[in-house]
Structure formats: C-alpha cells, structure tokens
C-alpha cells in the first residue's frame, strides 16, 4: 500500500480542532555566517512496506545556492537556482529520496550511504551573504506504532487481490488506539540500523492519517485528513462525518522521534 503521509512540510498543524505547534531543531553558525531558520535531516521507515528515505527540509532568507556535506565533508547536495529565478531566489526547500524496498536497498547498506553525525548545510543569499547551520543525523529509528481499531489489532494485509487481505471489520463510531512508543526499533535488520538491544526514546509527536476513496458524478477521488498529536495522546477517534464517505478506510499511524526520524505502519479497516 502506498504511503499517505502527507510530506512533513511545516511548523504547525490543525486538525480535529487540535492545534500544534513544532518547535525549531537548534541550528548554529559561526559569527560571520547566517543560519537557517530551520536545518532538518532526517529518515522515513515505513514498517509496512519495509522501506526507508532519507529526508530534508530547510527555510531561510532568500538564496540561489545551497549544498549539503556530510560528517566525511562529502557533498550529498548542491542546488544552484539559475536564470530568472535565480533573481528571486528560494527560501524553502523539501525532499525526500527514493525509497527502494529493503530486498533491493538493505538497511544496513541504506544508512551507511548516510553515515550518523553532524551535517554542514550551507547556502549563499542572493545578495551574497553565506547561509550555514548545522543538523545531527542519528540511525536511531522509533518502534513501529500497533494500532487498534475499536480495539481490534490492526490488518496486516490490505491489498484486496493479495489472497491474505484482513481488513478490519467494525463498525462507528471509530477509535484509532496504540501502546506509546518508547524503545527504537527492535529488529536490526528491519529498520533498526544495528542498534541492538532497543534503546529509549523520545517521541516528538504522533500522526494519524486516514484516506478513502469517495466517488462523485462517476469520478472517484481521495478524500484525507490527517491530525498531528503531541506525545501523550495515543488515540483519535475519526468524525463521523468522515465516516459517512465510505465504507473502506486506510489509515497510517507514524511515531516522530525527537530528532526527527519517523517509523510508520499503514493498515484498513471496514465500517459496515
């Protein structure tokens, strides 16, 4: 099943009338350099799926240039803005790599391409001025998340042609649940990058994502919302507003570690 996290664009977040706000990662820069205003470099494991991504997102004044070096002071990045748009600039960039399964990419051969440690991102301004802050990669990876639907464990296998499809069969209303994740990934050869035994860790938020497919005048779409929770809220229960759309529903639940890093596992649920 295709992910539908939507990308982790932003500082704040208001769903469900819950509003939070994320707070900047420390960046830092010598006296004569600008920092960025935000500076984050982080990875993706979808559990389900078994496959991992590394990410960036950066914001700061306006600039045409921009690179990233690892803690080897090899460049992983270089973006050069050119021809009109170099005269405007960009303040924001977002990515995130592809994200080949574990039988093709393993992940001990994924994290030592992006090694642990500090990252130089570096840029200069369109009128000059040099952009550098700095952002600490860690391999440490959150436990997936076990969600409950109405406390049913969550479906294992949601792809209606495979023979083993399992969706969750309740009813409304519905509450998402799950144990709080507080240990890394146990499996080292599953996302858990060699760290062995599980370590603690720190959740920086939860988020909870839910889709289905809604069909209006024989046009059919994707219909979503997705609500981002603070570390000791551990269940939503979706409106039945949302509900009424359909009868088929996937979800993705996904644990945010304090550095960033995030571990997500998607399932489905039927609501007859």
Known sequence: MKS???????????????????????????????PFSEAHLFFELNNTDGDLGIHALIDGDAWKKLAIEDPNEREILNVRVGGRLQRQGLTEIF???????FDELSP??????????????????????????????????????????????????????????????TSAPVTISWDPVMKSHPDPNGGGAGVQPPVDVIIHNYEVVLEVAVDVNGEEFNSKINVILPPGETSITIPDGFLGQGEEFKYEVLAREASYNQTAVESCFIVQ
């Open 95 to 101: 990515f995130e790599s592809a994200e080949p399964p």
């Open 4 to 34: 539908v996290i939507p990308k982790f664009t932003g500082v704040s977040l208001a769903v469900f009338g819950l509003a939070l706000t994320i707070p900047v990662l420390d960046v830092w820069a010598d006296d004569d350099e600008l």
């Open 108 to 169: 001990q051969r994924f994290f030592r391409r992006f090694p642990a440690g500090t990252y130089e991102i570096e840029g200069r301004t369109l009128d000059g001025k040099e952009l550098e802050s700095k952002a600490q990669l860690t391999h440490v990876m959150p436990a997936p998340p076990a969600p409950y639907v109405n406390g049913l464990p969550m479906a294992q296998q949601c792809d209606e042609e495979d023979p083993g499809y399992d969706a969750t069969v």
